[in-house]
């Protein structure tokens, strides 16, 4: 469309300037080229080979359980406290890295957990669960 000069100064030009657009989007695709490859680049490596090494067997814990009456149990095997205290200890000395899982019947005295606890940290056992019914 030229520009005439016109004696009709009421005229309004209806152009659109596209050169601010036009750098704007000149600027997000370098912004965008930049990104892209700085993404896709990664440090090579090549990495030695060795032997296959078997992670470690995951021992089964050891179960403590006290019923409603009282007594405990190592691995449903039923023991006065001196003797799963004694029991806990050579479990301890085999594996030191075994853990312990603790359960007791919800009407047993705090007292007795409180025992079977000690008994367990006394042993040197270190990593123990108290087990719970998650549905009640």
């Known amino acids: 469309m030229a520009m005439t000069p016109s004696d009709d100064d009421n005229e309004v030009l209806s152009e659109m300037n596209v050169t601010p657009l036009v750098d704007v989007m000149l600027v997000l695709l370098v912004m965008f080229i930049i990104t892209a490859s700085a993404a896709t680049t990664a440090v090579k490596v090549n990495l030695p080979k060795t032997d296959a090494v078997a992670p470690p067997d995951a021992t089964e814990p050891l179960h403590v359980t006290i019923d409603e009456s009282g007594a405990y149990f190592l691995d449903d095997k039923r023991l006065e406290l001196p003797a799963l205290k004694a029991a806990l200890a ?7 890295d075994r853990a312990a899982q603790l359960q007791a019947d919800q009407g047993v005295a705090y007292g007795r957990v409180g025992k079977a606890m000690a008994a367990l940290q006394k042993a040197g056992i270190q990593k123990i669960a108290v087990l719970s019914d998650p549905n009640g």
Request: charged share 30%; hydrophobic share 30%.
């Open 90 to 96: 050579k479990a301890h000395e085999a594996n030191p």
